[in-house]
């Protein structure tokens, strides 16, 4: 035998393990989605009894009745103020980071590191702190209670604008600026036509964490909203979910209503998963 013979890999590292290590990572990633599944197609005995996991006494289609129809039909005014909240704040809040983040990499201006290091301080402050402050300063311009105190705040992402720098510096080759100016293309136009094209992969990532953290949003419409009409879904489930104890009857109401507020996350992330997929600059740079 030779001397440089491989030794055998120690068990932890084996390829059973390693597969089983991976067994037991999905299952506790998906038992809390299978446990959403089941539990939201029980009623209120089924769910107090501890029977959330099993097959029996289907019943979603009434669940999603009752959901529909409580407090008449409150739950989807509060999911089209998500959508609202979510998915018009975070399209905005894309399309200002992407222009920021070009901005700080394209074009040279006095002070420009010391204001993007201003804009890295932010990223590390918790938005939880912020609720406070900008209650305050929507109470002072007078805008609390209103949807604008949930939906400005949604506008600002430090993190997406520090990530549009990254995009905008490996997907906006700088030759291809210089080729349009020789041209005669303004510069609008050429962040317009150019720019913000080559980098919609990051326009994409900067939507999907915005929404994300939007619509998961709680601690910022609790601070700022009193008006049932316009709490988001997270607001109002956590409503319901506080009556529970006195009635119980709310129960299947919060579980259902927490399932079909996981659709558009997933709609989203799967419709726009493709823009993901790289190098939509490749090759046009010889």
């Not at 400005?152 to 430090?158: A, M, N």
């Not at 293309?185 to 317009?192: G, K, P, T, V």
């Amino acid at each position: 035998m030779s001397a440089h013979a491989s030794k055998p890999r120690p068990w932890s590292l084996s390829k059973g393990a390693v597969n089983a290590a991976l067994m037991l990572v999905t299952l506790y990633t998906l038992l809390p989605l299978v446990w959403l599944i089941t539990a939201s197609a029980k009623n209120t005995p089924d769910l107090l009894g501890g029977n959330s996991l099993s097959l029996g006494n289907f019943r979603l289609g009434e669940n999603l009745h009752g959901l529909a129809t409580a407090e008449g039909g409150i739950y989807f005014r509060w999911y089209l103020n998500s959508l609202l909240y979510a998915g018009g704040g975070a399209l905005l809040c894309a399309f200002i980071c992407v222009c920021a983040g070009y901005a700080f990499h394209v074009y040279r201006f006095p002070g420009k590191e010391k204001l993007f290091s201003l804009v890295l301080i932010g990223v590390l402050v918790p938005t939880t702190a912020l609720a406070l402050p900008m209650y305050l300063l929507a109470s002072k311009i007078g805008i609390v209670n209103t949807f604008w105190a949930v939906f400005i705040p949604s506008l600002v992402f430090p993190f997406g604008v520090y990530l549009s720098r990254i995009f905008v510096a490996g997907y906006v080759p700088g030759e291809v600026l210089e080729a349009a100016r020789m041209d005669g293309a303004r510069e609008l136009r050429i962040f317009w036509s150019i720019g913000l094209r080559m980098v919609m992969p990051g326009f994409v990532t900067v939507f999907l964490f915005q929404f994300t953290a939007v619509w998961n949003n709680f601690f910022l419409p609790l601070v700022m909203l009193s008006d049932n009409d316009l709490f988001p879904v997270s607001l109002g489930l956590y409503s319901w979910n506080a009556q529970t104890r006195s009635f119980p009857e709310f129960y299947p109401l919060v579980v259902t209503g927490s399932l079909v507020a996981v659709i558009p996350l997933v709609v989203a992330f799967l419709a726009l998963q493709r823009h993901w997929k790289a190098g939509l600059t490749a090759g046009s740079v010889k």
